[in-house]
């Protein structure tokens, strides 16, 4: 079965910094990956996604994850962390025509 | 772009009663929705998959006799939990996916809802 492990379930990084989100998943075939963000109390917004193609994938918000199919990791990263990004960080695999499943998130802290 | 719009965003009901949460696809039509559960500072679980007309797979552990669903069109699927108990109080989200195929697998969420049993 699919699954998707997020390591670091808090991480709290200064303003300016860059930033590195973990996400590996378990999964037969090249799977679809996806990075959201959930701020408290909201629905998701997707930051990212791979298909196929270029492993190094840009999202919104100056996001970008690298699919490295050896490490079966989908990692985000963004150069410098802005208090705003503070929230939680899902990341999530599925088949062609499946739902998602999706880790069990890390929550991003920024400190001034 | 593409929107999925959940309602109500958020409800609150007695316990024993029931309670409806829409989740329509405003501009494109759905061939599956998907309903996902939310504990507080927990992950998305999916609970069911549902395709237009047809009955709504439940994944293990989720009754499908509390937690009715029911896709009668492509733009609308509604999850109805039944006798609803305080411990059923989490944030309920849909998402709905378009196409098949590579294209299928554009999923799009709704803003989610949230439900509190008192």
């Known amino acids: 079965a699919q699954s998707v492990t997020q390591p670091d379930i808090h991480i709290t990084v200064s303003e300016g910094a860059s930033l590195e989100l973990r996400c590996n998943y378990s999964?037969?075939?090249?799977?679809?990956l996806f990075w959201y963000v959930q701020s408290p109390g909201q629905g998701l917004q997707l930051l990212l996604k791979?298909?196929?193609?270029?492993?190094l994938v840009q999202g919104i918000k100056g996001f970008e994850a690298e699919f490295k199919r050896s490490q079966s990791s989908f990692n985000l990263r963004k150069p410098s962390v802005h208090w705003s990004d503070a929230a939680e960080y899902f990341c999530a695999v599925a088949q062609a025509g499946t739902a998602l499943i999706f880790g069990k998130g890390t929550t991003l802290s920024v400190s001034s | 772009g593409a929107v999925v719009s959940q309602h109500p965003s958020r409800v609150i009901c007695k316990s024993g009663t029931s309670v409806k949460i829409e989740c329509r696809s405003l501009?494109?039509?759905?061939?599956?929705m998907f309903w996902y559960r939310q504990f507080p500072k927990q992950s998305l679980m999916l609970m069911a998959t549902s395709n237009e007309g047809s009955k709504a797979t439940y994944e293990q552990g989720v009754e499908k006799d509390k937690f009715l669903i029911n896709h009668a069109s492509l733009t609308l699927s509604t999850l109805t939990v039944t006798s609803a108990h305080p411990e059923d109080s989490s944030f309920y989200i849909c998402?709905?996916?378009?196409?098949?195929?590579?294209?299928?697998?554009?999923?799009?969420f709704g803003e989610g809802s949230w439900l509190t049993v008192v």
């Open positions: 501009d494109f039509q759905a061939t599956t």
């Open positions: 791979y298909f196929s193609g270029d492993t």
């Open positions: 999964y037969g075939a090249t799977p679809y």
């Open positions: 998402s709905a996916r378009t196409g098949f195929g590579r294209a299928g697998n554009t999923i799009y």
